[in-house]
């Protein structure tokens, strides 16, 4: 395993043309939130085709479940088809952790499409969710941690009126 390689998931994502939407602290620090994140948090379309594209791109990226029983557990496309555990799946890759999810609260695919912005990270333009998103589904989720990033997304989305 390497370290944290955030634009090599999303290159061979890319290049396997899986339609998602990047979310989380990964989004919010990508928009000028100053909080640091350790893994890159997706959701996607769950349309076959491309329940299979990303299949194919997690193949690529040698992904496994984080199992604390030390299991190598593969994802493959009936998992990911399944709303089994909420959709959400806790992989690791040759390029770092990556949570796939159907879901965030009440936020899917096609919600989020409505709700991003595509911005160029290496040479990649990639379709992040919007801050406004992102704080959304922590408020949502409610657990600590997430409810830790709020204050540095509120003061992105400040520091990004302020500007504008």
């Not at 999810?101 to 379709?127: E, F, M, N, P």
Request: with cysteine; aromatic share 6%; charged share 25%.
């Amino acid at each position: 395993m390497k370290g944290f390689e955030p634009l090599e998931m999303l290159r061979v994502l890319h290049a396997h043309n899986v339609e998602f939407v990047v979310i989380g602290g990964f989004a919010a620090w990508m928009q000028g939130s100053p909080a640091l994140t350790s893994d890159v948090d997706i959701i996607f379309s769950i349309t076959d085709e491309n329940v299979d594209r990303l299949t194919a791109a997690l193949r690529e990226l040698d992904a496994v479940y984080r199992d604390p029983m030390g299991r190598r557990i593969m994802p493959d496309a009936a998992r990911f088809a399944s709303p089994l555990g909420g959709g959400h799946h806790l992989l690791t890759t040759a390029a770092g952790d990556l949570d796939v999810l159907q879901r965030s609260g009440d936020w899917d695919y096609d919600k989020l499409v409505q709700h991003c912005v595509a911005l160029d990270i290496g040479d990649l333009r990639v379709r992040f969710a919007t801050l406004e998103a992102v704080l959304d589904m922590k408020m949502q989720a409610g657990r600590p941690k997430d409810a830790a990033g709020i204050p540095f997304i509120e003061a992105a989305i400040e520091a990004r009126d302020r500007d504008d």
